[in-house]
C-alpha cells in the first residue's frame, strides 16, 4: 500500500532520529460500547499502520471505563474487525479495565500532592462553578479539604459507602484556566453498576482523562493517537504525566480529523438505535456503516484500507463522499471476480427455430482482467432475458430486443422478436423469436448488425435465486439519525434466475452479475436450496476525482 507520508509520520519518523523513542507504540482504544464503524476503521488503520510501518507494536486496548453501556460482544466484534482488515494485535487485548488498581493508586499520589481533592458540589452547582470562556471559575469549598480527608473519603467511595453522584475526585489545576477543561476536571466518579469484566469490584470508575493518558503510560505507548475533538483534552493528558513525574517514555497525543461521510451516520450511539429499533436487522446488517455490516455485504477488506489511504490524515475535519467508498470496493473487485449473469426481473422468450441444448463456452473474466477460468452456459429452447431488456415501443437510443430490433445473447447467439405474446390485461409475458445459428459469439458469420448484448439464462437451467438489492440507508445527505432513513433502501427479490454454474461451480464467493452489478453470497443465510445473494455495489461510478 502506498501510504505517502502524512504528518502523523512526520512526527514518528521526527521522535525516532532525535531518539526520542526507541520504539513506536501506538494502541487502538475503543469503546466496547458498540460494534466499530468505517471511523474506526480509518483509526486503525492509521494506528496499526504506522506502527506496521516503522516495526512498532500496536495495542489493541478496551477503554472499558463506563460500565453501564459496554459489553464482551463488542469486544468480540472490535477484535473480529481489526483481524478482518489484516492487522495483529500480539498475544493479549488489553483492557484499562486491568488498570483500575494502578490508576487508582497513581490517585493517591496525587491526592497526596496536594493535587486531587475531594468534591462534594452537587452536578448543578459545580458547573455553575466552572464558570464560561469569558469568565473565571470558583473554586469549590471543599477544594480546602485536608491530605488525610481526602484520602478518607476517596477512600470510603471506593468502599461502596456514598451513593451515585456524592462525591468526585477532582484535579486541582486551575479554575481561571483558558481552556476550561483544565479547570479542576473530573478524575473519578462514584458508579454503582455491574462492569462486565471488573464485576462488582469497583464503586468508582475513572474518567477518560484520567484513564487514558495512565493506560498510554502503563502500557509504554509513544505516539497516543486521536481525534480532533480531544484536542482541549491534551492539555490535562499532559497535566497528569507531567504532574506524576512520569518521564519519557511518556506518551505524547497527536490528534487527527474525524472520519465523516456522508448519507452515513457514524455514532455507536446511532447505530445502536437504529438496530434496537428494528430498522436494521442487527449490527452487521449489510445497510450498517459497520465493519461487521460491510463485511456481510461483501466489501473486501483491502478495498477499505484502500478507501482509508486514500482519503489521508487530515487536521481539520471534512465530509467525505461515500461515493468514494463505493469506487474503492468497484475498483477492487473490478480486477478480481467473475462475470456472471443472473437475471432479477425475468421475462420468458422462445426460441422457435431452436431445439435441444448445447453448452457455451464462457469466459468467467474479460480481456482486461488477467484471470482465467470460464464455465459452459446451457443454452435451450426457453431463455430468460430481463424484462426491461425488451421494449415494444422503444424509446430513441433504445439499444435492446425490440419488435424491429435484434440482440445479443451474451456469449451466445443473436435473436430477433418475431411475436409478443400478453395476458388479458395486456402484459407482456412471453416472447417468441428466432435465433441466427451463424450468429454465435466467436464465430459470427451472420453480418447481422445489433447495438448491445444482453444477458439471460437457461429456462429449464436456471436456479433460483435470493436476491437482496441495498440502496443507502439514509435519505439525507447529512443524516441525524432514525428520521432520515431511506423507506426504500432494502429491496428482497425472491425469484430471480442464476445461470447454473454460479450454483454448482461455486467459482468464487463475488461475482459481477453482468449489466447488474457487484453481488456476494451472504456468509450467513445462504443456503444450497435458498441461495441469497447481496449486493456490494452498483457498476455505475458517481463519484469523480
Ligand atoms: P463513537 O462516537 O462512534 O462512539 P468514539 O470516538 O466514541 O466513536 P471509540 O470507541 O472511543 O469511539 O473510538 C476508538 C478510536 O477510534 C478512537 O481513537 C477514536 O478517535 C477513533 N474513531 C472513532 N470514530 C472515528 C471517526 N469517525 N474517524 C476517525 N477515528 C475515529
Ligand atoms: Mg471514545
Ligand atoms: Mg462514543
Given at each position: 500500500m502506498s501510504e505517502s507520508k502524512d504528518f502523523l509520520r512526520t512526527i514518528v519518523e521526527e521522535d525516532l532520529r532525535s531518539g526520542k523513542y526507541k520504539e513506536v507504540i501506538t494502541r487502538f482504544p475503543p469503546e466496547p460500547n458498540g460494534f466499530p464503524h468505517i471511523g474506526h476503521a480509518k483509526s486503525i488503520f492509521i494506528n496499526f499502520g504506522i506502527a506496521r510501518d516503522y516495526n512498532g507494536h500496536c495495542n489493541l486496548r478496551m477503554?472499558?471505563?463506563?460500565?453501564?453501556?459496554?459489553?464482551t460482544k463488542y469486544v468480540e466484534a472490535l477484535k473480529d474487525a481489526v483481524q478482518w482488515l489484516g492487522f495483529d494485535w500480539g498475544d493479549d487485548v488489553y483492557f484499562t479495565s486491568d488498570y483500575f488498581p494502578k490508576i487508582y493508586d497513581y490517585a493517591i499520589e496525587l491526592i497526596k500532592m496536594g493535587k486531587a481533592y475531594v468534591d462534594s458540589t452537587n452536578e448543578e452547582e459545580m458547573r455553575q462553578l466552572r464558570g464560561t470562556v469569558t469568565e473565571s471559575g470558583k473554586r469549590s469549598k471543599?477544594?480546602?479539604?485536608?491530605i488525610e480527608e481526602n484520602l478518607d473519603l476517596f477512600e470510603r467511595m471506593k468502599n461502596g459507602e456514598f451513593k451515585d453522584g456524592e462525591h468526585v475526585l477532582r484535579a486541582?489545576?486551575?479554575?481561571?484556566?483558558?481552556?476550561?477543561?483544565?479547570?479542576?476536571?473530573?478524575l473519578y466518579r462514584i458508579r454503582h453498576s455491574h462492569h462486565?469484566?471488573?464485576?462488582?469490584?469497583?464503586?468508582i470508575y475513572p474518567m477518560y482523562d484520567f484513564a487514558h493518558c495512565l493506560s498510554d503510560y502503563i502500557e509504554g505507548v509513544s505516539h497516543s493517537i486521536c481525534t480532533l475533538e480531544f484536542e482541549n483534552n491534551r492539555d490535562i493528558y499532559n497535566w497528569v504525566l507531567d504532574t506524576l513525574g512520569l518521564e519519557l517514555p511518556r506518551p505524547y497525543q497527536h490528534e487527527f480529523a474525524r472520519l465523516g461521510i456522508n448519507y452515513t451516520v457514524m455514532s455507536k450511539r446511532k447505530l445502536l438505535e437504529l438496530v434496537e429499533g428494528g430498522?436494521?436487522?442487527?449490527?452487521?446488517?449489510?445497510?450498517?456503516?459497520t465493519i461487521a455490516g460491510y463485511r456481510r455485504r461483501g466489501y473486501t477488506p483491502e478495498a477499505i484500507l484502500n478507501f482509508c489511504d486514500q482519503i489521508g490524515i487530515a487536521k481539520a475535519n471534512s465530509m467525505v463522499d461515500v461515493a468514494q467508498l463505493e469506487f474503492c470496493i468497484r475498483d477492487d473487485l473490478n480486477t478480481k471476480v467473475p462475470r456472471v449473469m443472473c437475471v432479477l426481473d425475468p421475462l420468458k422468450v422462445t426460441i422457435e427455430n431452436y431445439e435441444g441444448t448445447e453448452e457455451l463456452e464462457a469466459s468467467y473474466?474479460?480481456?482486461?482482467?488477467p484471470k482465467e477460468g470460464s464455465r459452459k452456459m446451457p443454452f435451450s429452447k426457453e431463455i430468460y432475458i430481463e424484462?426491461?431488456?425488451?421494449?415494444?415501443n422503444p424509446p430513441k437510443d433504445y439499444f435492446r430486443l425490440t419488435p424491429e430490433q435484434p440482440v445479443r445473447l451474451k456469449h451466445g447467439f443473436i435473436i430477433s422478436c418475431k411475436e409478443v405474446v400478453k395476458d388479458a390485461s395486456g402484459n407482456i409475458i412471453e416472447i417468441k423469436a428466432e435465433y441466427y445459428?451463424?450468429?454465435?459469439?466467436?464465430?459470427?458469420?451472420?453480418g447481422i448488425d445489433v447495438k448491445s448484448a444482453i444477458h439471460w439464462v437457461s429456462a429449464s437451467h436456471a436456479k433460483t435465486v435470493e436476491v437482496r438489492l441495498y440502496d443507502?440507508?439514509?435519505?439525507?445527505?447529512a443524516p441525524e439519525g432514525v428520521?432520515?432513513?431511506?423507506?426504500?433502501?432494502l429491496q428482497v427479490i425472491k425469484n430471480a434466475l442464476i445461470e447454473p454454474a454460479v450454483i454448482?461451480?461455486?467459482?468464487?464467493?463475488?461475482?459481477?452479475?453482468e449489466r447488474q452489478g457487484y453481488f456476494y453470497a451472504?456468509?450467513?443465510?445462504?443456503?444450497?436450496?435458498t441461495p441469497v445473494f447481496n449486493k456490494i455495489v452498483g457498476l455505475k461510478d458517481s463519484w469523480t476525482k
Open positions: 477503554d472499558d471505563t463506563n460500565p453501564t453501556t459496554e459489553d471543599y477544594a480546602d479539604r485536608s486541582k489545576i486551575d479554575m481561571s484556566a483558558a481552556n476550561m477543561k483544565m479547570r479542576d476536571p473530573l462486565f469484566r471488573a464485576g462488582d469490584k469497583w464503586s430498522q436494521v436487522n442487527g449490527w452487521d446488517d449489510p445497510r450498517m456503516p473474466y474479460p480481456h482486461d482482467v424484462r426491461d431488456d425488451f421494449k415494444e445459428p451463424e450468429s454465435k459469439s466467436g464465430s459470427d458469420s451472420s443507502r440507508l439514509f435519505k439525507d445527505e428520521e432520515d432513513i431511506n423507506p426504500d433502501s454448482s461451480q461455486k467459482p468464487d464467493e463475488r461475482f459481477q452479475f451472504d456468509p450467513i443465510d445462504y443456503t444450497d436450496t
